[in-house]
Nanobody
């Protein structure tokens, strides 16, 4: 069974950077989509970025495109989310998720397994 553990969240000033990590264990990764979502206070879970495990294709929400980069280290079974030029509106709990439905990678329903989340707080 696939398990996901996020790390790397924290408190950062606006304009700063953070890198989130998602360690993936169990299962076979060759066809997994791995995505990042976030939930801001009082809001729904929103798509942030996604990558297929066996390709270089990546997808981003419009709100983070050009600032965030999703990448993976297959040898370490880890997916990263590099977040640059952070804004206060990026404040949220960030979750990584794994699934097999590439056609639904922008949607919560496209994923079967979720991590516990890591808090990112950006102050101005």
């Amino acid at each position: 069974q696939v398990q996901l553990v996020e790390s790397g969240g924290g408190l950062v000033q606006a304009g700063g950077s953070l890198r989130l990590s998602c360690a993936v264990s169990g299962g076979t990764f060759s066809r997994y989509v791995v995505g990042w979502f976030r939930r801001a206070p009082g809001k729904e879970l929103d798509f942030v970025a996604a990558s297929t495990w066996s390709s270089t294709d990546t997808w981003y929400s419009d709100s983070v495109k050009g600032r965030f980069t999703i990448s993976r280290d297959n040898a370490k079974n880890t997916v990263y989310l590099q977040m640059n030029t952070l804004k206060p509106e990026d404040t949220a709990v960030y979750y990584c998720a794994a699934g097999r439905r590439e056609y639904a990678l922008r949607y919560v329903s496209g994923y079967d397994t979720w991590g516990q989340g890591t808090q990112v707080t950006v102050y101005s």
